[in-house]
Every structure is written in C-alpha cells, then in structure tokens.
C-alpha cells in the first residue's frame, strides 16, 4: 500500500493566546490609538479612524473565529479514537458547482468532502486529475468522526491496481 495522504495539522496555544490579547489591546486602546491616527494618519489618507478601526476589529474576530475552528479539529483529530477501514471504493460520486463535492464508501462506512469547505489537514481529493479515488480501487482509510462526518485523517492505496 502507497500512502496519498497524511493530515499535518498543529496548533499553538501561543499564537491564540497572542489574538486575543491583540484583541483586547485593540478594544481598550481605542482613545489612545485614535489621537495617533487623527494626528499622523489622517492627514496624509483622509480616512475616518472608523473606517480603519472596524477593519481592524473584524479582521480580527474573524482570524480569531479561524483560530478556534483550527483548535476543535486539531482536538478532534489529536484526542479521538483514529479509525481504519480497509477495502474497495463503492457509491464514487462527483459533483461540481462552484467547488468539487466528492463522496464514497468503504465497506459501508460513508465519506464525503468539498475541496473548499474541507479544511486543508483533511482529505479532499484536491488533486483529483491524479485519479486515486474511484470505483473498484483498494483503499485503507483512517479517520476520525465527529458524530456526523468522517473526516479522512490518511489514505492509502494499492498502487498496483488500475
């Protein structure tokens, strides 16, 4: 068996712990940050520090909200029990829109991702032109469930089967 693909996913509690200071920073330093703006800033752009400021902020929860997302699946992935299922893929559907939905089966336990959606430390058949999923090839699955979904943690296949 090849291996295809392996999730790397880390995660730093530094780097979270660093945004929320940031954040916090940001929302009780508002009078301060603003006397600089208005005095060195606005001069030169003619931007409203409200403009520049709730740029700022959202920019900030959102890379924030990004964080936490990466945190449960870094938990979901480094604290769940890794699951195996070895055998041939059934049931390969493709289906495109504005991004590729793919899904399938192996030995009745059903997998199904989105190249967009899906985070890149999953699989998602992102280079799907190199053909590894398709009906009738022998696959070994690991993954992890959330209570939902399955999502593929490593891949591997018998490269000797076309």
Excluded: C
């Amino acid at each position: 068996m090849e291996i295809y693909f392996e999730s790397e996913i880390a995660f730093s509690y530094f780097e979270l712990y660093f945004r929320v200071f940031t954040l916090l920073v940001l929302f009780f330093s508002y009078n301060k940050v603003k006397a600089i703006f208005d005095e060195y800033v606005f001069i030169y752009f003619n931007v409203h520090f409200s403009i520049f400021w709730s740029l700022a902020i959202f920019f900030s929860i959102g890379y924030l909200i990004s964080m936490l997302n990466k945190k449960s699946d870094f938990e979901l992935v480094s604290e769940s029990q890794h699951e195996v299922v070895r055998g041939v893929v059934s049931n390969y559907k493709v289906e495109n829109s504005a991004s590729r939905k793919e899904s399938f089966k192996v030995n009745d336990v059903n997998f199904e991702y989105n190249n967009v959606v899906t985070p890149p430390y999953f699989f998602a058949n992102r280079r799907y032109d190199e053909g590894v999923i398709k009906n009738g090839r022998y696959v070994a699955v690991f993954y992890v469930s959330d209570g939902r979904k399955n999502y593929i943690t490593r891949l591997e296949f018998d490269s000797f089967q076309e």
